[in-house]
T-cell receptor, first 116, second 113 residues
């Protein structure tokens, strides 16, 4: 199993540009989570999907951020327009709840975003 | 509003000794807690968890203790090894919320020789 796949691993862009981060879930998983990691706030949940449906997007910072799940195995997180304060590492994670481990999530390697 | 707090940003422990990482939470609805370990340039990986119906869970060198009345949990690593050097995140959840995890800010553990 390849695990959760994220692309790109690194992204450097200029303020005002559109950024799209991509995530492929582990096969068979039905929940998808997008997180942002910063020094000050640690791992913040931005949005999560269950069976392709957005369940909670209360962590999305503002309207510049949007996320989609066009199918059961793939998701995108888009920032338009990007700002320097969006610089962070963005992780996606997937899960398939099991009785033995009801909340374990499997994380991708992350995308390090730098907005100049 | 930090519902999960890890008040020690860093910890240094000698190889072979015990490492104790602490975590406090404020949300009384949390009924399941997890610890994740994160190496540089990698995503966090699951380490150990505990349900609120227990006060201890052990897996090899790793033990998590839960004190519900104090809303406090701790991760003990015995004996500590250099490969344990990483950032450790504590997370809480209510198992009725479709696996939504609330993470702390992390503690960087350095195990020295």
């Amino acid at each position: 199993d390849a695990g959760v796949i994220q692309s790109p691993r690194h992204e450097v862009t200029e303020m005002g540009q559109e950024v799209t981060l991509r995530c492929k879930l582990i096969s068979g998983h039905n929940s998808l989570f997008w997180y942002r990691q910063t020094m000050m706030r640690g791992l913040e949940l931005l949005i999560y999907f269950n069976n392709n449906v957005p369940i909670d997007d209360s962590g999305m910072p503002e309207d510049r951020f949007s996320a989609k799940m066009p199918n059961a195995s793939f998701s995108t997180l888009k920032i338009q327009p990007s700002e320097p304060r969006d610089s962070a590492v963005y992780f996606c994670a997937s899960s398939s709840p099991r009785p033995s481990s009801p909340s374990e999530q499997f994380f991708g390697p992350g995308t390090r975003l730098t907005v100049l | 509003d930090q519902q999960v707090k890890q008040n020690s940003p860093s910890l240094s422990v000698q190889e072979g000794r015990i490492s104790i990482l602490n975590c406090d939470y404020t949300n009384s609805m949390f009924d399941y807690f997890l610890w994740y370990k994160k190496y540089p340039a990698e995503g966090p990986t699951f380490l150990i968890s505990i349900s609120s119906i227990k006060d201890k869970n052990e897996d090899g060198r790793f033990t998590v203790f839960l004190n519900k009345s104090a809303k406090h949990l701790s991760l003990h690593i015995v004996p500590s090894q250099p490969g344990d050097s990483a950032v450790y995140f504590c997370a809480g959840t209510n198992t009725g919320t479709a696996s939504k995890l609330t993470f702390g800010t992390g503690t960087r553990l350095q195990v020295t020789l």
